[in-house]
């Protein structure tokens, strides 16, 4: 199969010609079509616009004008103003963010103000009956959206510390100055069997599933960002004693200090149900992401365990 050509970094996807397209009639013709992905925060940014002129439509349809002269137009600059910077930090949290419960719950709480500050505004243009209750309502969006807002930044600051944790594991290998894989750098095969004949406890192998059909239909790069990821995800879901390296390819050796074979196959469930839940993209499509696992306790000279541990993967 001839390999997809690209352009900036961004493949070319074939696109089989049908008989209807007034194209010349080659071998094996294939039209290149370059594909651009839009900006992940103009959607929610053109619901949200939508959104803006719907309120100012119902407070024009349903109003009455206010005269020029009763404008006040402190509260106008006031409330507008507060719709305005909550727009922008709603698109900033959007444009910066990757989609996740924290972007969601920050850009929603800051639509609801933007949206709640808005209708406050509209009321300076329009008289409104006092027994409107949807006037009411939608003027109550600003607290629900301070509200939706405290639990996002409750989730970010989660985030962060398990980010945090995540740097200060990364600095631990740094300042031990192991050998390095080039891609994930994690410790190599080399350093774990030196850690091997000097811990007790017990070892795990990871295996990445369909790994050789990811590197095959979105190219090496997105392999090695599979690798990091991966990587990444490991880290984040193991005990600071622990040791993770890459061992070959796509395997991942874990070192569990003080772990039993039981207790160690419990953990590598546990890392491979989260490696399971990422949500990984190559070319605007998930890709399933999945781990296989075995795992035995320390003892044996680490070339025969490891050995060992391989035969029984590639068996499985």
Same mark, same amino acid.
């Given at each position: ?13 074939? @696109? ?71 727009? @922008? ?113 017990? @070892? ?25 990821? @991966? ?86």
């Amino acid at each position: 199969m001839t390999p997809l050509r690209t352009v900036r970094g961004e493949p070319f996807r074939p @696109v089989r010609v049908s008989s209807t397209c007034h194209t010349p009639a080659l071998p094996s013709a294939v039209v290149f079509r370059y594909r651009t992905a839009m900006p992940a925060f103009v959607r929610p940014f053109l619901v949200l616009a939508c959104a803006l002129a719907a309120f100012a439509a119902l407070y024009a349809s349903a109003g009455i004008p206010k005269p020029f002269a009763s404008w006040h137009w402190m509260d106008i600059v006031d409330e507008g103003g507060t719709a305005l910077m909550a727009l @922008v930090w709603c698109l900033i949290v959007l444009a910066s963010r990757p989609d996740g419960r924290v972007t969601r719950l920050l850009a929603g709480g800051l639509a609801c103000i933007t949206l709640g500050s808005w209708a406050d505004c509209l009321d300076e243009f329009w008289r409104i009956d006092k027994d409107a209750l949807w006037d009411n309502a939608l003027e109550g969006l600003v607290p629900l959206g301070m509200l939706v807002l405290t639990a996002g930044l409750t989730y970010w600051r989660r985030e962060q510390a398990l980010l945090a944790d995540h740097l200060r594991k990364r600095e631990r290998l740094f300042r031990s100055h192991r050998p390095f894989d080039r891609v994930t750098q994690l410790a190599d095969a080399d350093y774990l069997r030196e850690q091997l004949r000097r811990t007790q406890g017990a @070892v795990v192998l990871l295996d990445i599933d369909g790994f050789h059909r990811i590197n095959r239909e979105h190219g090496r790069a997105e392999g090695d960002r599979v690798l990091q990821a @991966v990587a990444h995800m490991l880290l984040l879901n193991l005990r600071n004693d622990d040791l993770l390296c890459r061992y070959a390819g796509d395997r991942f050796a874990v070192l569990m200090p003080g772990f039993g074979a039981d207790a160690a196959a419990e953990a590598a469930r546990h890392l491979c149900a989260m490696v399971g839940a990422m949500r990984h993209h190559a070319g605007g499509r998930r890709v399933a992401l999945g781990l296989r696992h075995d795992c035995a306790p320390t003892g044996d000279a680490p070339e025969i365990l490891l050995a060992d541990l391989c035969r029984r993967m590639d068996a499985a």
